[in-house]
């Protein structure tokens, strides 16, 4: 069973629509960090959400983390190619201090 | 700042080769220190963790180990690869102590291909 659940697997479209991705968890996370991933590279973190209802924007992309901190979304408006990576979520939970990560959405922004 | 380095980038390694990949960090002290593997393009997998030097957690029994000679040096070793060993090796850091961010920064990665 996957701690924290990333939806869609897989996105691919089109530069300049705007699209949503989602962290969901039935556990309560004290943090919660989005990172993105290019191919062959490490994980490069965007923003890391703390408190309950936070959003968070960066350019384009806009972060919100649950009330009750099970989840956390990431939306981004008018893709474009460079936004193309792995999306991924990750959280520390259950008063462990090492974070648990999503299996990721894999997003594709076609020019 | 900090920064994290990791080598050698890429490693092609016969079957039943030894295997030692370095990480070390710069710019922090008493670093919190992992090691994961990833799959093609999906998530990743924790494989150990470190909170000071000698310490070593292992979340994954596997063929391989790891150990920290130096507060800021995380290595990861094999005696012998076998074939599943091939992925894309990560090393990252986090802030240790109560209170601290807990937020863990990557390293650019290790690709091995076993043979």
């Known amino acids: 069973t996957q701690l924290l659940e990333q939806s869609p697997q897989f996105l691919s479209i089109q530069e300049g629509e705007n699209l949503t991705v989602y962290c969901n968890s039935s556990s309560v996370f004290s943090s919660l960090q989005w990172y993105r991933q290019e191919p062959g590279e490490g994980p490069v973190l965007l923003v890391t959400?703390?408190?309950?209802?936070e959003v968070k924007k960066l350019k384009r992309l806009t972060f919100q983390f649950g009330d009750a901190r099970k989840d956390s979304s990431l939306h981004i408006t008018a893709a474009q190619p460079g936004d193309t990576g792995l999306y991924l979520c990750?959280?520390?939970?259950?008063?462990?201090?090492?974070?648990?990560f999503g299996r990721g959405t894999s997003l594709i922004v076609h020019p | 700042s900090q920064t994290i380095h990791q080598w050698p980038a890429t490693l092609v390694q016969p079957v039943g080769s030894p295997l030692s990949l370095e990480c070390t960090v710069e710019g922090t002290s008493n670093p919190n220190l992992y090691w994961y593997r990833q799959a093609a393009g999906r998530g990743l997998q924790l494989l150990f963790y470190?909170?000071?030097?000698?310490?070593i957690s292992s979340e994954v029994p596997q063929n391989l180990s790891a150990s920290r000679p130096q507060d800021r040096q995380f290595i990861l070793s094999s005696k012998k690869l076998l074939l599943s060993d091939s992925g894309f090796y990560l090393c990252?850091?986090?802030?240790?102590?109560?209170?601290?961010?807990?937020?863990?920064?990557f390293g650019p990665g290790t690709r091995l291909l076993v043979l």
């Open positions: 990750a959280g520390p939970s259950g008063g462990s201090y090492i974070p648990t």
């Open positions: 959400v703390v408190t309950g209802g």
């Open positions: 990252a850091w986090s802030a240790s102590g109560a209170g601290q961010d807990e937020t863990q920064y």
């Open positions: 470190s909170v000071g030097i000698g310490q």
